[in-house]
């Protein structure tokens, strides 16, 4: 079993920055890749960020490129992401989950991602 709890989010003008982390008990997540999902109201869950077992390969939506940066200390079995020139369509509940274990290769599907946090809110005022 995996526990994982995110924190960092708030209320932000846009412009504005937050860094988020998720911090993982339970089964460690050491050679697995992990996640960041965000979800806004009436839409469907969608992927932000993805970053290999070593930290070594990161993945990102277009949507964010450029301005989120995702990092894992796995000595501290904590991830985190970082968000620069936050925009008002930034907006949303952001998830931390568990992806494929290394030797399955990356995947952007929530389906791919077997454990998750409990969400934290961000909102970017206009």
């Known amino acids: 079993q995996v526990q994982l709890v995110e924190s960092g989010g708030g209320l932000v003008q846009a412009g504005g920055s937050l860094r988020l982390s998720c911090a993982a008990s339970?089964?460690?997540?050491?050679?697995?890749?992990m996640g960041w999902f965000r979800q806004a109201p009436g839409k469907e869950r969608e992927f932000v960020a993805a970053i290999n077992h070593s930290g070594g390969s990161t993945y990102y939506a277009d949507s964010v490129k450029g301005r989120f940066t995702i990092s894992r200390d796995n000595a501290k079995n904590t991830l985190y992401l970082e968000l620069n020139s936050l925009k008002p369509e930034d907006t949303a509940v952001y998830y931390c989950?568990?992806?494929?274990?290394?030797?399955?290769?990356?995947?952007?599907?929530?389906?791919?991602?077997?454990?998750w946090g409990q969400g934290t809110q961000v909102t970017v005022s206009s």
């Open positions: 989950a568990r992806g494929p274990f290394i030797t399955r290769g990356y995947s952007s599907a929530p389906a791919s991602y077997d454990y």
């Open positions: 339970g089964r460690t997540f050491t050679g697995y890749y």
